[in-house]
């Protein structure tokens, strides 16, 4: 077996660790448990779509089914601390503030339950079996053959198509303000995969653990502008002094993380997919 397709394996069971290490974490609301469990979720489901050509086709259908649900669940839950959290911060010390943050807390709580019920559930336990046959035999029968798994090649290959996808969206910069946001979003999922790709053959190419951390800086700094769209939607219909106050103060930062975006666009993507 190639280093890289044993490197993708050992990240596929990193996951795998993960999501039974935190269900007991997330039942105590433990902080950050709910974003940790779903982000190894997002990189398992990412990391699958990248390599399905490679792997057992019956296997990736199922994975990706189940991961959708699973990730769904997660991260309404997740949503709703966020939410809460940023909500919190814009409006710390503004007087009226309370009841509307007791508001999104009972929400958070209401979701983070229904993430609790989830976990609970014998599809979770059929899942948790899907991702541990990926962790050891997730290849084609056709590429086994002779004792053989995919090749470094290969492997690279499919990281590459990744990052093609970063450049085929970043190039489709929308020629109208209406259509901007859901660009930023697909640009935003994108860099998300192209990131978990590089993570996961970075202990066999050099210096990829540094393309995963450009392609996270691509997807933080839009979601900070994401966050601005969360923001208007939680005080749709309110046009009181804290509302005002919150969207003005979530528009200034995505203002200035979008004056960030070419530049981190621009460290990440290589020259040749720009």
Do not use: C
């Amino acid at each position: 077996m190639s280093r890289a397709a044993r490197s993708v394996q050992r990240y596929w069971a990193e996951q795998f660790d993960l999501m039974r290490r935190l269900v007991p974490a997330v039942r105590a609301r433990e902080p950050e448990s709910i974003h940790d469990l779903r982000a190894a979720g997002r990189r398992l489901k990412a990391t699958v779509r990248i390599f399905r050509p490679l792997l057992r086709p019956r296997l990736a259908e199922r994975l990706l089914l189940e991961l959708d649900w699973y990730n769904a669940v997660l991260g309404r839950a997740r949503d709703a601390e966020v939410v809460h959290e940023h909500m919190a911060e814009l409006l710390s010390g503004h007087p009226g503030a309370q009841p509307l943050l007791d508001d999104l807390a009972a929400e958070r709580e209401r979701l983070a339950g229904k993430a609790d019920a989830m976990l609970a559930t014998d599809r979770v336990d059929q899942l948790d079996d899907l991702v541990e046959e990926l962790t050891f035999k997730p290849w084609r029968r056709a590429l086994r053959r002779g004792g053989r798994d995919p090749s470094r090649r290969q492997i690279l290959r499919r990281v590459r198509w990744a990052e093609r996808r970063v450049g085929l969206v970043w190039r489709e910069i929308p020629a109208h303000e209406e259509d901007r946001r859901e660009w930023e979003h697909r640009l935003r999922r994108r860099a998300k995969a192209a990131r978990y790709a590089a993570e996961a053959v970075a202990s066999a190419k050099h210096a990829a653990d540094g393309k995963a951390e450009r392609y996270a800086h691509v997807a933080d700094v839009l979601g900070i502008v994401q966050d601005s769209v969360v923001v208007e939607l939680v005080l749709a219909g309110r046009s009181d002094d804290l509302a005002v106050t919150a969207i003005a103060e979530q528009r200034r930062r995505s203002q200035e993380a979008e004056r960030q975006l070419a530049d981190a666009v621009e460290q990440a993507l290589p020259a040749s997919l720009r």
